[in-house]
Structure formats: structure tokens, C-alpha cells
């Protein structure tokens, strides 16, 4: 019964089995594989993330580098920095912190 209503509904090119084995081909491909299209696009959505990441890092890198040249050529930012940073101080100095409460 079931056969004689695919035959007469069904177009003769779509009952063909080479049709049929590239739907299947085609359905297990984009759903079931490891790679489907679904994995692909989360993977591509990471490696942007990625990217904005890296580029993020490398600003800062950059940025790093130049603090790093700006300490070793100035003896007055290095002081500053030490001061800021490490509360370090001259022997004849005291070091008052003042901590901000909001």
C-alpha cells in the first residue's frame, strides 16, 4: 500500500537511489558528522572571539613595551613608577596613603 502511494505521488527522480543516498549524504553531513555545518560555525564564532583577543593582547603588549623603554631612558619615570607602584621612597621621605572610600 505504502509503495503504491510513493509511486504515485512521489516524482520518479526523487524515488532514483542516487538522489536518495545524497539526501542522506547531505542530512548526516549537516547534522550528524563531528564536523557539520553546526560545529563549523561555532568554531568560526571562536576563532573570532579569538582574534579580538589576541588583537586585544597585543595592543597591550605594545603598550607594555613602551612603558618598559619610557622607565630604562627616564631615571625621573622610574622614580615615579617605583613610588606609585611599590611605595618606595628616599631615605629622608615619609609615604602618606590616602585610600578613597566611596
Avoid at 509511486?7 to 520518479?12: D, L
Avoid at 537511489?17 to 542522506?24: E, H, P, R, S
Avoid at 613602551?66 to 628616599?90: G, W
Wanted: glycine share 0%; no cysteine.
Amino acid at each position: 500500500m505504502i509503495l503504491k502511494l510513493a509511486k504515485k505521488y512521489i516524482p520518479q527522480i526523487i524515488r532514483s537511489k542516487y538522489v536518495i543516498a545524497f539526501l542522506i549524504f547531505y542530512v548526516w553531513l549537516f547534522f550528524g558528522d563531528q564536523h557539520s555545518i553546526w560545529e563549523r560555525k561555532e568554531y568560526e564564532s571562536n576563532i573570532e572571539a579569538l582574534e579580538k583577543e589576541k588583537a586585544y593582547f597585543l595592543e597591550k603588549i605594545e603598550k607594555d613595551k613602551k612603558r618598559i623603554h619610557e622607565l630604562k631612558t627616564d631615571k625621573e619615570n622610574l622614580e615615579k613608577f617605583a613610588r606609585e607602584q611599590y611605595l618606595m621612597k628616599k631615605k629622608n621621605e615619609d609615604i602618606f596613603i590616602f585610600i578613597e572610600e566611596d
